[in-house]
């Protein structure tokens, strides 16, 4: 897997891209998370993601609002294509990138 996108529905707020890293990546409104999200609901430092064994995992960082996946508020839990994602006040869809074979 090449990555992962997380599709906006809000044309105000950025897609958030991931890719294999060794360490996860933290999303939060922060300028200090690696990426930061202009939504006044989402903690600080609301949610990481991390790509491993081709699965994509996100773990709540114990954000005010929580995350929210697919109507469940979750701590962590493995994604799949097509899962919707709420952080904040702010949704999202998941696509992964693949590479071609």
Do not use: W, Y
């Not at 991390?50 to 994509?56: A, H, L, S």
């Amino acid at each position: 897997m090449n990555g992962a996108v997380f599709i906006s529905q809000n044309p105000l707020i950025s897609d958030i891209e991931i890719f294999p890293a060794e360490t996860p990546t933290v999303v939060g409104r922060s300028i200090m998370s690696d990426i930061s999200v202009p939504d006044v609901l989402m903690s600080r430092r609301h949610c990481e993601f991390q790509i491993v064994e081709e699965r994509v995992i996100v773990r709540d960082l114990q954000s005010t609002n929580g995350t929210i996946v697919n109507g469940e508020l979750v701590a962590d839990s493995v994604l799949n294509e097509g899962d919707v994602l709420i952080l904040g006040q702010s949704e999202f869809t998941t696509e992964f990138r693949r590479s071609a074979k």
